[in-house]
């Protein structure tokens, strides 16, 4: 199984960046979104994104110029997949949006496409009944800033069929990511399933007035060598996706502990817009924050 024309679907944070890796790596890429306002807005990062892989790593002008060559967009979902390998599904973390677009994809795409999505949250198996085509169905989760942190993690279902999940391992390698196999479903991938107890951990050090947030990420980045801490990490992460998974969490458990610290990621951090290094405030302050001060872990 060969995939020549990659479709992305949806251009935001992790999309757009999906898009320019697959070009870069010397693919078709088609990038589709709801109207051509988003597109163009896309067009506008892959600037930002051409600087960033000339600084880290070395891309020549004449690489970006054939990777921006490599690169459509189509706001029609049956133009942008009539001759589509593959789909990767990077639309909002929402179930009702996924599932009505998976339902809108399966009848407009050709028998050989395969699908993956790259939900970060929820499961293949939550979607391949309404795919068509549950066999030709995976999940592929990128880390972001995928040029650099070049995850590739592939999780089947229990429906996917092993030349597909084989098929997923190779592409991710092709454009440049450490290929990732998970033989079963689970939430929240590797990475997640380590990262999110690291910073629930911190969060709960601090709600509970343990230790102050930077001796934290100090004592963890010592321990370790880690080049960041707890309070580090949620900062790059966004203070927004630490806060639903918070709220997640407090609403299913109840946890006083846990209804403490959304409260307190509300009214002091995303009330006051300050989400992380985006916006340049969060639990440091950027694009000088203290753990990168010379004597920080003395």
């Known amino acids: 199984m060969e995939f020549k024309n990659v479709i992305i679907a949806g251009s935001g944070v992790l999309g757009y960046q999906i898009a320019f890796q697959t070009a870069f790596h010397n693919f078709n890429v088609t990038v589709y979104d709801i109207n051509d306002e988003v597109l163009e ?4 990062k892959f600037a930002i994104l051409s600087a960033a892989f000339k600084r880290d790593l070395g891309a020549t002008d004449e690489q970006l110029a054939a990777t921006k060559a490599r690169l459509s967009y189509s706001s029609d979902l049956g ?13 909002p973390e929402n179930p009702e949006i996924k ?23 929820m499961l293949p ?12 169905f ?4 990128f880390a972001n800033e995928i040029w650099k942190h070049n995850t590739g993690e592939v999780m ?6 092993d030349e597909v999940f084989e098929s997923l391992l190779l592409f991710a390698k092709q454009i440049g990511m450490v290929a990732l196999p998970l ?11 380590l990262l999110v107890p690291l910073l629930s951990a911190g969060m709960d050090l601090w709600i509970r007035d343990i230790a102050d947030i930077e001796t934290i990420d100090k004592t963890w980045m010592v321990a370790t ?14 203070i927004t996706t630490a806060y639903n998974i918070n709220k997640m969490a407090a609403d299913a458990t109840k946890d006083p502990v846990k209804v403490e610290i959304v409260e307190k990621l509300k009214s002091e951090f995303i009330d006051q817009g300050k989400l992380g290094v985006a916006t340049g405030e969060g639990f440091y302050k950027y694009p000088n924050p203290k753990y990168k001060v010379e004597d920080f872990l003395k």
């Open 41 to 44: 807005k896309a067009k506008a």
């Open 79 to 91: 133009e942008a997949v009539k001759d589509a390998d593959l789909v990767i599904e990077a639309v």
């Open 99 to 121: 599932i009505d677009f998976y339902q809108k994809l399966a009848k407009l795409a050709p028998a050989k496409t395969v699908f993956a999505t790259n939900s970060s949250t």
């Open 125 to 136: 198996s939550q979607f391949a009944e309404y795919t068509g085509r549950p066999e030709k």
């Open 138 to 141: 995976v999940a592929l989760h």
């Open 156 to 161: 089947k279902h229990a429906g996917t069929s």
């Open 183 to 193: 033989h079963k479903e689970q939430p929240g991938y590797i990475v997640n399933s």
């Open 225 to 238: 060598g880690a080049p960041l801490g707890p309070f580090g990490i949620l900062d790059v992460v966004g």
